[in-house]
Every structure is written in structure tokens, then in C-alpha cells.
């Protein structure tokens, strides 16, 4: 992670549903800093970087202070994400598949599947997961990977709950 970017530096994550092998990630790795070099908005130079993390996250930030990034130079980040997609088999986009630890390895699972660990007591409030949505780099570095019972997935949870128990 580039340490020289400011705190207020925009931030996607996008998660794949699958993990990638220690040479994918080297492989995505470069495709990403060809890409960060190369991101441009308005014909400016984007001050950003771009990294994997867990061998299953693909994380680009901007600091937007001087350039902004919407229109073209978001359109080319999201094209650059679905080409890493097609070449490496793997969706970014599943916002229902849903990554947790367990004894320090990141797995994935459809929400389905995650409310039955939730309720069978394999993910519990101290279960760390991964919250996507963050939007500014010092959100993803304070509160990226968050215990279950602190992430807006236990709120959704305890709304479907209270909403299946009405029907």
C-alpha cells in the first residue's frame, strides 16, 4: 500500500469470489500497477495506487485532491476490473458473497450459506470480515476487517430476523 497517499484518498475494494493462486496474485499485481501508471482522468495523471490483498482482494485508491476520478477514469478502472475477471475466471462484482477469517485464512461464502454459519455459531461476533464498502483509505485501514457483531452484515441480519419473524 502506497503510505504516501493521504488519508482522504478514495478507495474501491473488489472482492473475488475466488482466491488467487500466489502466481495469479503476482501476475494481477502487475497488471495493476501497469494500470495505476497508465489511470488518467481528464488527461490528467490519477495519483493512485493498487495492490491484492489476502490473494482475493483487488484495492485501488486515488487521492482525488488534485485530480478527481468519475466519468472516463472511473469507467477505466471498472473495465480494467472486469478484464482481470474474465482473464483470471473469477467475479468482482458478487456483492452477495460474502468473506470472513478462519484461523487466519480468508474464505467466501453466499450470504445463504453465511446466515447458516451465523446460525449454526461457526461465525460468531467476534468472527473478523471484510467491509467492502469503505470509501476513504483511512476507513479501509481502521475498519476494512471488522469483528461480525461491529459490520452492517449483523445489522442485516438482525433485520432479516425481525422481518422473516412478522411474516
Not at 490473494?55 to 476490473?81: K, P, Q, Y
Request: hydrophobic letters at 40%; glycine letters at 2%.
Amino acid at each position: 500500500m502506497n503510505n504516501l497517499l493521504p488519508l482522504h484518498s478514495k478507495v474501491w475494494v473488489y472482492q473475488s469470489v475466488n482466491p488467487f493462486t500466489e502466481t495469479e496474485t503476482q501476475l494481477i499485481s502487475e497488471k495493476i500497477k501497469l494500470f495505476v501508471q497508465q489511470w488518467t482522468a481528464h488527461k490528467a495523471q490519477v495519483t493512485g495506487d493498487g495492490f491484492v490483498m489476502y490473494n482475493r482482494f483487488v484495492v485501488l485508491m486515488a487521492d482525488e485532491s488534485e485530480v478527481g476520478v468519475s466519468g472516463c477514469s472511473m469507467d477505466a478502472s471498472v473495465h480494467f476490473i472486469k478484464s482481470l475477471a474474465a482473464e483470471f475466471n473469477t467475479n468482482f462484482f458478487d456483492r452477495w458473497n460474502i468473506a470472513y477469517m478462519e484461523n487466519d485464512k480468508v474464505l467466501s461464502c453466499t450470504s445463504e450459506a453465511f446466515e447458516k454459519l451465523v446460525e449454526s455459531g461457526k461465525i460468531n461476533d467476534n468472527t473478523v470480515v471484510f467491509n467492502n464498502l469503505v470509501q476513504k483509505k483511512k476507513d479501509f485501514e481502521s475498519s476494512w476487517k471488522i469483528t461480525y457483531a461491529k459490520s452492517w452484515l449483523k445489522n442485516l441480519a438482525q433485520t432479516h430476523t425481525a422481518f422473516s419473524s412478522v411474516l
